[in-house]
């Protein structure tokens, strides 16, 4: 083909630009050659179905375990650039959001797609302490479980069972409707959270107090009462900034599980608490309470340069460093660990800091770790944050969930509105036994 003559789409028989924007692919079993349209530097896994050995096969499909060079959507929230440690919320920098904004302003932003004016943003906050209340049966189910219940596990079983309550929000493809599922989802998560917990202590339930700020209301329902009630500012702020680094983080594993529930039309109630279920796994949600597990293992600051060689044997892991995504240092990390410290002047300094710290020095001036491209993420600080603030560990999972509802909501709203979007169904490679007969029972070997 002349590299100047127009390529036709095989996906929808326009022309797309020059033979440099092509894929050309010579299957060697048949020695013919395809023109395959390459478009945001991706080709379509359905125009590879063309290539065939002969007309009754099904088509070359891809295979990829994990999905982890296959994208399955467009989307427009968020922006990663995993080599050069780029975090971007509708074209904002992360970091520029923790300085200046609110997770309830971040919530907006990731739902409109722009930043709210003040009479939006208190129109939005209003809507959603509007919601608060959570309906008495809800308490009683949470009630329900035994005292030493695994809070994400409540946290799971309550969202789901709100999509017994509200009806109206199986009509997905209404507007008014999302927006009040938007409402409930992102005001009642916390709630429903908090009773969780103190449901866990044996504690009777605070009710939410609307005029305390979104982290606010959160912390003193949790802690009300007890010898651990927080009520500074400082930790309500430090508290939003995490809600805001865990607002979204594009195609995760919980957000694919999001998706590929609401493929379905399902409520939205349904597809979240999917989401949330995914979140539980201890390589997703709770990662960061693997890294306060391996910082009481090491135990003291001179016991960290045998664990690392411990490490650099294959012997153990050192968690909280490396990113599935992010080659370079997560931009997360280093906010997270000017809000330890701003939590430590308040609660005291954790003594699990400094086992950290001498855990990053090693690890950022080693050619073994360097060269592998690890470098402290988000969940190496956050569980000596959070323990600090006075959450037990099994709340860490259930804090990320409170955060990401809003990237969540934000994804299946953006998916109904995607012309694409089918209801999900991956293809397989089978490789099991051919045809054969039934065997009767007393002819089996």
């Known amino acids: 083909m002349n590299p100047a003559e127009p390529v036709t789409d095989i996906a929808n028989g326009q022309t797309s630009g020059t033979a440099r924007d092509t894929l050309t692919v010579t299957d060697n079993r048949t020695g013919k050659t395809y023109e395959i ?31 982890t060079n296959t994208a399955a959507c467009i989307s427009r929230i968020t922006y990663i650039d995993g080599d050069k ?32 004016t003040a009479p939006q943003l208190q129109e939005w906050t209003a809507n959603i302490t509007r919601h608060f209340a959570v309906d008495d049966s809800v308490k009683k189910l949470l009630e329900s479980f035994h005292p030493d ?6 946290l799971v079983s309550s969202v789901a069972a709100l999509s017994t309550l509200y009806p109206d929000a199986k009509k997905i493809f209404d507007a008014n409707s999302r927006r009040e599922q938007t409402f409930r989802l992102i005001g009642q998560t916390p709630i429903l959270a908090a009773f969780a917990h103190r449901h866990s202590l044996g504690k009777p339930y605070v009710a939410p107090d609307g005029n305390l700020s979104y982290a606010g209301n959160f912390l003193n329902m949790l802690f009300k009462g007890t010898d651990k009630h927080r009520t500074d500012p400082a930790l309500e702020r430090a508290l939003d900034i995490l809600f805001i680094l865990h607002a979204d983080h594009e195609q995760n594993c919980s957000t694919s599980a999001m998706r590929g529930v609401g493929s379905s039309d399902v409520d939205p109630y349904s597809a979240i608490a999917a989401a949330t279920a995914a979140l539980y796994g201890p390589l997703h949600g709770g990662a960061n309470e693997a890294v306060l597990r391996m910082l009481v293992e090491i135990g003291s600051v001179d016991k960290v340069a045998e664990f690392i060689k411990h490490v650099k044997n294959g012997e153990k892991k050192l968690m909280g460093f490396g990113h599935r995504v ?53 969940d190496f600080y956050t569980g000596l ?45 089978y490789l099991g036994a051919d045809k054969r007969g039934y065997v009767p029972m007393d002819k089996r070997s």
């Not at 390459?38 to 990829?64: N, P």
């Not at 999972?397 to 991956?426: C, H, N, Y």
């Open 149 to 154: 219940a695994h809070p994400m596990g409540m």
């Open 37 to 67: 349209p390459i478009k945001h530097d991706t080709i379509r896994a359905l125009d590879l179905r063309q290539i065939k050995v002969d007309s009754g096969d099904f088509g070359m499909m891809t295979y990829d375990p994990a999905f």
């Open 326 to 378: 992010y080659k370079n240092y997560d931009p997360r990390a280093r906010i997270v660990k000017n809000i330890a410290y701003e939590v430590f002047d308040i609660m005291g300094r954790n003594p699990m800091i400094d086992i950290a710290l001498e855990c990053e020095k090693i690890a950022l001036n080693d050619d073994y770790f360097v060269t592998r491209r690890l470098y402290p993420n988000v």
């Open 385 to 429: 944050i959070y323990q600090s603030m006075g959450f037990p560990v099994t709340m860490f999972p259930v804090l990320f969930a409170i955060a990401r509802t809003s990237g969540w909501i934000a994804q299946w709203v953006e998916m109904l509105a995607d012309s694409e979007q089918k209801i999900s169904r991956p293809r397989q490679i």
């Open 85 to 116: 440690g780029i975090l971007r919320y509708r074209g904002y920098e992360i970091d520029e959001l923790a300085e200046k904004s609110t997770y309830l302003e971040t919530a907006y932003l990731l739902m409109h797609g722009e930043l709210p």
